[in-house]
């Protein structure tokens, strides 16, 4: 598999990336370069960049703003290549396999770095009880309702569901009463279709490999991919049109009763007309407590730059809790604390919302690591579209996908 990752990916690295590998070898020991998903570097990142560079005589960090489609195959391909820039903005999930790879360095963590972080963090960054990445953002979820569709199916509009049982109701009462949608379900194929289903397994208790082993066919998770095909008759039509932010259009819209969705859709929903609320996702029978997905993006750092003990100190740097406390708390973009902090108990004090997103992390699960992310990602998304269009059973399809996965671990 690693020849042909990396072979793969050799040609079309080559067409573009040429020049800013000889630039890095140029200035191999002075610059960090740092390919930075977005539209535009972030104010805080550029306040922070000047501070650290003025502490560091000689070196200068050079972020390349590439868009959020691009960016981590750009990343990738560079590195493949043999021309890596230092660093690179990347989702956690890729680390196992850049590592598989030999493409980044470990980024140890001290025992007092990891007691920073709200608990599961680092083993998003985790694997083979190495660290491959430091986190710079993460999300999680919770369920925003309608309270004047709830109040139209005579329904409490202040009571939200806190079962899955209840959740399901509440979706076909909605559906039922008003003809509107109850839920919103996304199973586009789209990477977050299998996020939104592992905040279902995260609220059940539900795993999907434990160490190297595969455990996804189990109670828990088959629990939750029943829930799905249980609740799709109350959701939107035709689920595999969607990907979340686009049901989240809907929401905004007023066009359904329920969504699970991260904080940035609070910021949003300040510019409508509708009456929502927020609170924790609902729990399967299983649950022991409030959980979610744990979602990161990291900075890695690649291998064969010259400079990888410095873009790991300034990597570390720049997600210190004083700099990523600013970066992570502007509101709006979506992102959770990934530190207790009394900063984050002011935030949360002055915006109350942002109380169930934090609440589900101590239950919460990583995101699982494979060394093909998009192996197993492609899996997932074909188990709940098969279940949410009718095509198989959910016992039939989780059993497949369960061996079907094996093979990408």
Same mark, same amino acid.
């Given at each position: ?151 139209? $199916?005579? &329904?409490?509009?202040? %009571?939200?569901? @806190?079962?899955?049982?209840? #959740?399901?109701?509440? /979706?076909?009462?909605?559906? +039922? ?45 088959? $629990?939750? &991919?029943?829930?799905? %095909?249980?609740? @799709?008759?109350?959701?939107? #039509?035709?689920?595999? /049109?969607?990907?979340?932010? +686009? ?63 410095? /873009? ?98």
């Amino acid at each position: 598999m690693t020849f042909h990752f990396k072979t793969g990916l050799l040609a079309l690295a080559l067409l573009g990336s040429t020049a800013l590998g000889a630039v890095s070898a140029q200035a191999a020991d002075k610059e960090i370069n740092w390919i930075y998903c977005g539209d535009s570097i972030d104010p805080i990142h550029v306040k922070y960049i000047k501070q650290w560079e003025d502490k560091n005589p000689g070196w200068a960090v050079k972020p390349e703003v590439v868009g959020w489609e691009q960016c981590q195959d750009k990343a990738t391909t560079l590195a493949a290549a043999g021309t890596p820039v230092a660093m690179a903005y990347v989702g956690s999930r890729t680390l196992k396999q850049f590592a598989e790879n030999d493409l980044i360095v470990p980024i140890p963590m001290t025992d007092e770095e990891k007691k920073t972080y709200y608990p599961g963090i680092v083993s998003t960054v985790t694997s083979d009880g190495q660290q491959w990445g430091v986190p710079i953002a993460f999300s999680t979820k919770a369920l925003y309702w309608n309270k004047d569709l709830f109040k139209q $199916a005579g &329904l409490d509009p202040e %009571k939200p569901p @806190t079962t899955w049982a209840e #959740e399901i109701a509440d /979706a076909k009462t909605i559906k +039922e009463k008003t003809g509107i949608a109850g839920y919103g379900l996304s199973a586009k194929t789209f990477d977050n279709t299998m996020h939104q289903f592992l905040h279902w397994v995260y609220t059940n208790n539900g795993k999907v490999i434990d160490g190297d082993k595969i455990v996804l066919d189990s109670p828990e998770v088959l $629990a939750a &991919l029943q829930a799905y %095909k249980d609740i @799709t008759p109350y959701s939107v #039509e035709g689920p595999t /049109a969607y990907e979340q932010n +686009e049901m989240r259009a809907i929401f905004l819209d007023g066009k359904i009763g329920m969504l699970q969705a991260g904080s940035g859709a609070a910021y949003r929903l300040k510019n409508t007309k509708i009456n929502w609320g927020v609170a924790p996702l609902p729990l399967g029978p299983s649950a022991k407590g409030q959980g979610t997905l744990l979602i990161t993006d990291s900075l890695a750092v690649f291998k064969g730059t010259g400079v990888e003990d410095k /873009a790991i100190e300034f990597a570390k740097f720049i997600t210190s809790p004083g700099p990523q406390a600013e970066y992570e708390l502007q509101g709006g973009a979506g992102l959770t604390p990934l530190r207790p902090s009394p900063l984050v108990d002011e935030f949360e004090k002055k915006d109350p919302f942002w109380k169930p997103f934090i609440d589900g992390i101590s239950y919460g699960g990583p995101e699982p690591l494979f060394k093909d992310y998009k192996g197993f990602q492609n899996v997932m998304i074909e188990m709940v579209q098969s279940v949410v269009t009718g095509k198989a059973q959910p016992a039939d399809a989780l059993k497949k996908a369960a061996a079907d996965l094996e093979q990408y671990k």
